[in-house]
């Protein structure tokens, strides 16, 4: 018997990351932004009041990583960082720009969505994203 790497999950998975990421790399370009860059504003979005550690799990990024998008979103004047008030983490939100830049850029996150749903089908696309997020599970320790 021989093994069939074309079943590899590591693979699969990164294969279609990175067809889904350019996907959506390509609505975002228009408005100066990536796919990641754009998943990190949502994230801000419904993290408020998460330090960057904290998001950077969420989003199951490296936190190095998420640091460098926060300071290019930054730099653009899309979002703003704010020291917490105990400790010494830090929290984030969008500015006016950032916000204007979300509801410009969020149809087209939304027809990216749909074309999805579209070609995979509405069952096969909402279960495929409950696998996704099953698996994202599979490297955190048990509690």
């Known amino acids: ?14 294969r279609a990351a990175r067809a889904v990421s350019r996907r959506y790399d390509r609505l975002a370009r228009p408005y100066g932004l ?7 504003m949502g ?9 960057t550690s904290e998001l950077a799990d969420g989003l199951g990024m490296e936190r190095t ?3 460098r998008n926060l300071a290019l979103l930054e730099k653009q004047g899309l979002i703003k960082g704010e020291r917490l008030e105990k400790g010494n ?5 969008l500015t006016e720009r ?3 830049l979300v509801d410009t850029c969020l149809p087209i996150w939304r027809k990216a969505q749909a074309e999805l749903a579209q070609e995979l089908g509405q ?16 490297d955190q320790p048990e509690a």
Not at 34 to 40: M, N
Not at 43 to 51: D, L, M
Not at 89 to 93: D, E, I, K, Y
């Open 34 to 40: 990536t796919a990641v860059q754009f998943s990190v």
């Open 98 to 100: 950032g916000d204007a």
């Open 89 to 93: 983490g830090r929290c984030h939100v």
């Open 1 to 14: 018997m021989t093994d069939d790497f074309t079943l590899c999950m590591l693979m699969n998975a990164r």
């Open 65 to 67: 990583t998420l640091v």
């Open 123 to 138: 069952a096969e696309f909402l279960e495929t994203v409950r696998v996704l997020q099953r698996l994202a599970e599979v």
């Open 43 to 51: 994230a801000v979005i419904n993290g408020a009041g998460k330090t």
